[in-house]
DNA sequence: CATGAATGAGAGTTCATTCAT
DNA sequence: GATGAATGAACTCTCATTCAT
């Protein structure tokens, strides 16, 4: 057993080699000009034995899509041990923002680049990214039993709050911002989220 | 003079032709898969047709790029007529809303789509998307003049509205929002809104 | 028959035109990179007319090429009135480089170019060709019954100066002459003329 | 180790392979009308093959100029051995024509066809040919100080016996000589060399 | 006479992928 | 398990040429 077990380690360990690598050429050269032959260059393999570890290009991107996930749910567990659930939620938007921005490949294969076969990971990979939805719409659901918001309706209300911090990761993401100074971005952000969140907050009686 | 009219109009028909159908498939499979021949088959003419009317595949998206900010901005003057400003900024949402889900291909290519020479290109096309930048920010600025919203940093105000409705249109273009039913749509977005604007409305004195 | 007439005339200028247009790109940019479109746009013709005075684009070269013999055979004249054989020798090579280095693009084309159907040209071309070859060998024979030459092989001793002219002509023209400096050239020219025909001489008695 | 020779040996196979046919396709077309893909087909390997081996179409040309001026010189080496000057320089002469007229593709790549990036390549490849001409120039002096040859300019008399040499050789392979039957070449080559050369000499006192 | 519109053929090049070893 | 060698299919783009008008 041990033999077998040492076996499924590196082959793991290959793997994430290989998706380290692709994730990093996709951060440093954007998507589409990273090559298979680029990533086996970088890991010093030969091209033919990616193929060993991943039926296609298309599988790489499609396990780097369950990883960015894992990844993102896992950022967002940070704020589980806020009490106060108005503060929770701030913070969860702030970690859904720092997550986008100190991951930018990451979060455009998730949540913004159109992918190959669509519709067949749609279903597949929502799971995960449901239970980030979920976790989401729990802290929204606190907030208002808290009487931080008002009880409207939770689908809503989580479709807005996810639109607008996805919207503003998006457009400097795929850099639409030029009016905002580089080094302004975070700045704005945060008063972006004041703007739009903290000023929601209905002061509890 | 009525041949060479006809004339300038057939040259205008097939520009529009193949602006179209490269549109089209932009839309269907991303920017990165169109190909020329693509499109010329398409259309069915031979490749080296389409170079009577462009000079490259970046003139094609460089002329959509442009006709889609004329379309967006036109669409946008509707709302000119409203008096009161803060019903002007809630219509102004909406049209926002409607062109994009009207015309999700040039959306996603004037919003979303990573276009290649990025920089130099957002330089020159810019200017059209500043005119309506500047339009939303001067509507928000009467908003706040007239006592609807608190006098604030009008560009975080502007940035943060911005991104809430990019947010909703780009989730539902890149088809992200499994969770919603198709036919629901509108309603939520509506109702979004409601949620993230409406509640923002300061009574006036 | 004016009409006729002017029509003939009309049909040489444009020709002319053409010819004169081509080889004067031929000459801007090298042979290589000439288009139809690039000379019919030139003379701001649409290309397909230039079908209508010339068969095709080897047709024009080939009319190049016999332009370029009728050009190079009269060059060549200036030196008839020249009385002394061995003077006339002697000019007769200067004419020979000064054609060639002043018209660079006709040389290249006549003596150095491997032109498409090289030999179908070859025979019809040599004519005009072969005029000025008997010219030289002419005046070479002339040289040897005046006693400047020895009487030798007429064809070796015609076949040998001409290698030499066309030899620093293609060398020259080709550029393999790194090694003299470009404002060296004409004096190098002269001088090797010297090294080469002027020492061959033989004191006449 | 035997392996890892054989498979070095078989790439070097490759290489030749793909630059004999190249060689003899430039010969056959002239550089511009070669392409690779008729390479490829040549050989009967897809044109992807082709980029195994060479960067692209001017790496092959670059190795068949190296290649080309490393036959030449040594094929000139062979005179080296000659003690008599006047000897070694007739030898010079007749080892120049039979390299090129043995090896006309090679002749042609290196002292008459026009390549693309003349100017670049030139200054390193010259270096290669560089050799070869002082060579030349050494076997001249060696004349002079033996009172065979006049103390004239150095580089002058190099110019114009090259000159000499090279219009021999680049007339019969561009095809010039329709005039001299092909049977009759070798034997002219050789009267002219004396036309032009040894009647040059000086008796030594 | 002149041409606008169109194209077939073909260029160099790149890439994901396969397969015998 | 790993790979060197190879390739089919694609890409963008250019050019000489034709033909209906």
Redesign the interface.
């Known amino acids: 057993m041990g033999i077998a077990e040492r076996k499924e380690k590196e082959k793991k360990e290959m793997r994430s080699l290989i998706l380290d690598t692709a994730m990093r050429l996709f951060l440093e050269k954007?998507?589409?000009k990273v090559t298979l032959r680029g990533i086996a260059e970088e890991i010093e393999y030969s091209p033919a034995t990616i193929y060993l570890y991943f039926k296609d290009k298309n599988d790489i991107l499609f396990a780097l899509h369950t990883e960015g996930f894992e990844r993102f749910y896992r950022h967002q567990q940070t704020i589980r041990t806020i009490k106060d659930p108005w503060k929770r939620l701030r913070k969860h938007a702030q970690a859904y923002m720092s997550f986008a921005l100190e991951n930018p490949e990451y979060y455009d294969l998730m949540?913004?680049?159109?992918g190959p076969g669509?519709k067949i990971k749609?279903?597949r990979e929502?799971g995960a990214?449901?239970r980030s939805?979920d976790f989401l719409k729990q802290n929204i659901q606190d907030c208002m039993e808290a009487g931080y918001l008002?009880r409207?309706?939770l689908?809503?209300?989580a479709?807005?709050i996810?639109?607008?911090?996805?919207?503003?990761a998006?457009?400097i993401i795929?850099?639409?911002?030029?009016?905002?100074p580089k080094e302004a971005i975070p700045a704005?952000v945060n008063?972006?989220v004041d703007?739009?969140i903290e000023?929601?907050k209905k002061q509890k009686q």
Chains 1, 2, 3, 4 share one sequence.
């Not at 949540?111 to 159109?114: P, S, T, W």
Request: proline share 2%.
């Open positions: 954007g998507f589409e949540f913004i680049m159109r669509e749609a279903d929502w990214g449901m939805y008002p409207e309706d689908d809503v209300a479709f807005a996810w639109s607008f911090t996805h919207g503003m998006s457009l795929r850099q639409r911002c030029g009016m905002i704005v008063a972006a703007f739009m000023a929601r």
